[in-house]
């Protein structure tokens, strides 16, 4: 079970929305994937349309009073199972904080977890700070995925969390996280904001940015509002094609060769077209 936390401190990115949509274009390629809600929020959870009661959320576990097995539920699409949130995680930043080890306590609940070999894909979705939370995944992830917006601000979060992963490697919590790669979003080809910034991050991580593109796309804000993922609310739109796309080329990123869902034209830096 490869690990991989989508994560960026700053807010209103499509972490969120990544993390969603990733989690179900990999599962509909047939791959088994576990999404963990660990964003107190519950965006995930209610956007992959489950209840955000928090009685099965990760508060438990990570504080040592049950396994995380216990906590995992099927959501109602194939391959596709998740960990939900709830407000209780809130609190449990100021629990974790005062133990000693509260930065590797998701670590090892997951590494633990990993012997049951139930999935192929664990994908984390983090809280938009800098918390107990977000530093707790990235020493759990074995790599990390960011979202990132096409403006200049963008750039800056993007210094930040890079510099952030390299921090948790040097101080030992993480010696062999890696940043896995970079997906640009809310990208409209008819500015040139939008291609400057996906310039000049390919100037920086050429091998990390992600060919595809998401779009700027009025369906994937309104997908969350019914409980469902681009590809149910949009199934022919920009942003499902794109994030089908995404979901290809993390795979032939991982060297996974599985069936695509659907035959689908590419989404790429040269796309022009937005919802």
């Known amino acids: 079970m490869k690990i991989i936390a989508i994560a960026n401190q700053k807010g209103g990115v499509g972490k969120t929305t ?60 194939a391959n596709l199972s998740i960990i939900p949130s709830g407000m209780d995680l809130a609190g449990v930043e100021i629990e974790l904080a005062r133990m000693d080890d509260h ?26 700070s800098l918390g107990v939370l977000m530093t707790s995944a990235l020493a759990a992830a074995d790599e990390i995925l960011i979202p990132l917006q096409c403006e200049w601000f963008g750039l800056e979060g993007l210094a930040k969390i ?27 080809g008819r500015t040139n904001l939008s291609r ?3 310039e000049e991050v390919s100037a920086y991580f050429p091998a990390q940015l992600y060919n595809t593109v998401i779009p700027r796309s009025i369906r994937i804000g309104e997908a969350p509002s019914h409980g469902k993922t681009i590809f149910e609310h949009d199934p022919s739109g920009n942003a499902s ?11 032939t990123r ?22």
């Open 18 to 77: 990544t993390a969603i949509n990733l989690s179900a274009g990999l599962a509909q390629r047939q791959q088994r994937v576990l999404l963990i809600d660990l964003d107190p929020q519950a965006n995930a959870t209610s956007g992959i349309g489950h209840e955000a009661d928090g009685a099965d959320s990760m508060y438990h576990p990570l504080l040592g009073a049950c396994g995380m097995e216990e906590k995992i539920v099927p959501s109602r699409l």
């Open 103 to 128: 930065l590797v306590r998701l670590r090892k609940l997951l590494t633990d977890y990993k012997k049951h070999n139930q999935f192929d894909f664990c994908i984390i979705d983090t809280p938009p």
């Open 162 to 188: 890079v510099q952030v992963i390299e921090q948790i490697r040097e101080a030992g919590a993480n010696p062999q996280i890696t940043l896995e790669g970079i997906i640009m979003t809310m990208y409209d």
């Open 196 to 198: 400057q910034v996906v």
């Open 241 to 251: 094609i794109a994030y089908g796309n995404a979901a290809d080329e993390f795979l």
């Open 254 to 275: 991982h060297k996974v060769f599985a069936p695509p869902a659907a035959s689908v034209p590419a989404a790429t830096h040269n796309d022009n077209a937005t919802l």
